[in-house]
């Protein structure tokens, strides 16, 4: 229990199967397509695990490349196909390749949100835990990272954390981000969390606060939980490459 919010959402990753009520098991869909998209993972002992694999090919190859991506969101929101219209415009030529049915499994506004989970070492690899505006209209766009790690960033007993806003296509934010340098194994688990209250987000790291950020949007927002591995480098870890995962909690406010 945290004093002054309540349970809300929570999943800890016991059962066999993806609980695709609270998940959705692509990236950005609407950009490429469901099978193009969809996540790689398994659940095991507890915990999801993303994956990248040695034969997985790139989420997006028109529009982003070589990247490949695991990831979940518990929301999407998109246009017809050949609109522009949708969550996470990355460029700005982007079109809907494949039209998907509106979903809002958890977009809340406000609360606090924590993740447990072990970062990827690999040089090639980043995680995160992030929150996009669900974009029903179109300023509804900035994005919360509330961690996001690369491995090129991790080095023994130190790790870099990314943390903070951008405002996408939000003119009422201002893009406030910081690389913060904590002593952190990143080979056990830690607890990234936020605290987004109006006017404020809060930023945390094993129950310490790292950093506050004077602004915050005001409107729903969705979760995107992702593992990435980029094409520049040498791979330096084997296949496949796994994004730990043991919990993930969202709080609402208390009402008085």
């Known amino acids: 229990m945290i004093e002054g919010y309540e349970l809300e959402f929570e999943d800890t990753f016991d059962g066999k199967t993806l609980d695709e009520r609270r998940w959705l098991p692509y990236y950005l869909p609407q950009w490429s397509s469901r099978e193009a998209a969809a996540a790689r993972y398994r659940l095991c002992d507890g915990t999801l695990r993303l994956r990248i694999e040695a034969d997985q090919p790139p989420w997006c190859p028109e529009f982003d490349g070589d990247i490949r991506a695991s990831s979940l969101q518990t929301g999407l929101f998109a246009g017809p196909v050949g609109s522009p219209v949708g969550q996470g415009r990355f460029r700005p030529d982007l079109v809907v390749r494949e039209a998907q049915p509106p979903a809002r499994l958890y977009t ?8 447990r989970a072990r970062a990827v070492t690999d040089p090639r690899c980043m995680v995160a ?15 919360i990272c509330i961690c996001e790690i690369f491995g090129r960033n991790i080095a023994p007993g130190r790790v870099g954390v990314g943390m903070g806003l951008h405002p996408f296509g939000d003119p009422a934010i201002q893009d406030e981000f910081s690389v913060e340098d904590l002593a952190l194994d990143p080979d056990e688990f830690h607890v990234y969390a936020a605290e987004w209250t109006p006017g404020q987000v809060r930023f945390f790291v094993d129950g310490q606060l790292v950093t506050t950020v004077g602004q915050a949007p005001d409107y729903p927002m969705q979760f995107m939980l992702s ?7 040498a791979s330096a870890t084997p296949y496949p490459k796994e994004f730990v995962v043991d919990y ?3 709080y609402r406010l208390q009402v008085a």
């Open 129 to 143: 835990l992030w929150m996009i505006g669900y974009e029903d209209e179109p300023h509804r766009s900035a994005e």
């Open 248 to 250: 993930f909690r969202g």
């Open 108 to 115: 809340p506004t406000y609360g606090r949100f924590e993740l």
């Open 227 to 233: 593992l990435y591995e980029f094409p520049d480098g």
